[in-house]
């Protein structure tokens, strides 16, 4: 009988193919991203050169736009699906690069406001999801699952919840969907609703990271607003991020204790598997920028870069929201999750509005 056990040289060797099948899905990325910048610009320039005022839409826009209707009309052959699924490290990416643009000053000024702000979000969120989720007689994990995505980083927050509660696949696909679906219209809905009210750059940054759940959508709803806001929406979106080892150790030492989940063994290894890394990435990028590490043309190129991976990253948003999936998810939890978000929302724009009042954001 033959050995099909691959050797350590055979599994090395597989690593360039590996690679290379990432290339199709990602050259798609591009090429959605790009064609957002190209409409946005062409747009720009029809308008100068006609002297006619035209709406600015953002290239985020066009990107999540070209990436939606494609995802949700197209079959796309499974060639692509690797490649596109890196969405979310171009996600990361983009972030950490992105503190090249604040000094570590800023950072842990704005680190205290929204700290602030981030705990009063956190504490909330929780609170409103659980009592709505019950009054409307959901699965007591699909509960939590709710809760925790709602509060922190949305699907992240979902995935790393699930094995620590053991919740049940349909109960995670259920909550993902629940919060994709009122990610994509808050995508669309924040920006109007901060220019409405006349909203400053950064307060509305600071409100997209604290109301929009999945970091992808809260970077695109900043950048959507300006290119400000979307710097301000990513660092208090980071903080917000940076909470989800607590709230997780907390649900699966609650389940634990209900004898629904494992018993959790070394609690600060546990908080470290769930903290996001790529947080630590960006501020020692910042970190290197305070101290004078890069010239001005290498942080214009990382600054530049970072935008090239937030362009891909948008692009993914857009492919991979499957409206399908989420009508096949039942209505129940999208009600809850629309409740609850909708309050949230309500709250964090208060908090925002009475914060930047009275302190300044």
């Not at 090429?31 to 190209?38: D, L, N, Q, S, T």
């Not at 991020?241 to 649900?251: C, D, E, P, R």
Request: charged share 15%; glycine share 12%; with cysteine.
């Amino acid at each position: 009988m033959t050995d099909q056990t691959l050797s350590p040289t055979a599994s090395i060797l597989t690593l360039p193919g590996k690679l290379l099948a990432l290339l199709p899905g990602i050259a798609l990325l591009a090429v959605i991203g790009y064609a957002g910048k190209f409409i946005e610009q062409s747009i720009s320039a029809y308008g100068k050169a006609n002297h006619v005022a035209l709406p600015n839409i953002e290239y985020v826009l066009w990107a999540i736009i070209i990436g939606l209707i494609i995802g949700n009309t197209v079959r796309l052959p499974k060639i692509f699906a690797a490649g596109i699924d890196t969405y979310e490290f171009f996600l990361k990416l983009g972030i950490v690069l992105l503190g090249v643009r604040f000094l570590l000053g800023d950072v842990l000024k704005l680190g205290g406001v929204s700290l602030a702000l981030v705990a009063i979000e956190l504490v909330m969120a929780l609170w409103l999801m659980t009592v709505i989720g019950r009054y409307f007689g959901l699965k007591p994990k699909l509960v939590s699952l709710l809760a925790i995505g709602s509060s922190i980083c949305g699907v992240s927050a979902i995935i790393a919840a699930k094995g620590a509660i053991e919740a049940e696949d349909e109960d995670a696909s259920f909550a993902i969907a629940a919060i994709l679906g009122i990610g994509v219209f808050g995508l669309f809905a924040y920006p109007v609703i901060g220019h409405w009210i006349g909203l400053s750059d950064q307060a509305f940054g600071v409100w997209a990271g604290l109301a929009v759940d999945n970091t992808a959508e809260a970077t695109a709803a900043g950048a959507l607003y300006s290119d400000v806001a979307g710097k301000f929406a990513v660092l208090t979106k980071t903080t917000r991020n940076a909470t989800i080892g607590f709230v997780v150790l907390g649900y699966a030492l609650y389940w634990a204790k209900q004898g629904q989940a494992q018993a959790i063994g070394h609690k600060g290894k546990f908080l470290w598997e769930k903290f996001p890394k790529f947080i630590l990435g960006f501020l020692a990028i910042s970190l290197l920028a305070t101290l004078g590490v890069f010239d001005k043309q290498q942080t214009s190129s990382l600054a530049n870069l970072s935008r090239w991976a937030f362009l891909l990253t948008f692009a993914g948003v857009g492919l991979k929201t499957n409206f399908a999936e989420m009508r096949r998810q039942g209505i129940r939890p999208f009600v809850v999750g629309a409740l609850g978000e909708l309050l949230i929302t309500a709250v964090t724009l208060g908090m925002v509005v009475v914060a930047d009042d009275l302190i300044g954001l």
